[in-house]
């Protein structure tokens, strides 16, 4: 099974940037981020295709965030920018580790191994 690691979180103020980084042991296909803040259920962040040409955003993070991907390291980034409070969570990457057709995965389901999660915090 494909393992995946996280790293990057940290603690920021609102209106700073981090970048989180997923490195996979292994081939993957479409990866993503999800995010989870404590008592809120996990939630999509952002998606992208192997080849890097399709992401899909959250309407919350889109125009701040960025996710891109480098299939030379087996690594997919997010680019955190214009942090807010709201944005506090753990984040966690997830990737299909088998080619599937369609659209790009959105929901946790549609993934076959995640990671272990990094803190993002962001103090007002």
């Known amino acids: 099974q494909v393992q995946l690691v996280e790293s990057g979180g940290g603690l920021v103020q609102a209106g700073g940037s981090l970048r989180l980084s997923c490195t996979a042991s292994?081939?993957?296909?479409?990866m993503g981020w999800f995010r989870q803040a404590p008592g809120k259920e996990r939630e999509f962040v952002a998606t992208?295709?192997?080849?890097?040409?399709?992401?899909v955003y959250a309407d919350s993070v889109k125009g701040r965030f960025t996710i891109s991907r480098d299939n030379a390291k087996n690594t997919v980034y997010l680019q955190m920018n214009s942090l807010k409070p709201e944005d506090t969570a753990v984040y966690y990457c997830?990737?299909?580790?088998?080619?599937?057709?369609?659209?790009?995965?959105?929901?946790?389901?549609?993934?076959?191994?995640w990671g272990q999660g990094t803190q993002v915090t962001v103090s007002s």
């Open positions: 992208i295709t192997r080849g890097g040409g399709t992401t």
């Open positions: 292994g081939r993957t296909y479409a």
């Open positions: 997830p990737a299909q580790t088998t080619l599937r057709l369609g659209v790009l995965p959105e929901r946790g389901y549609e993934y076959d191994s």
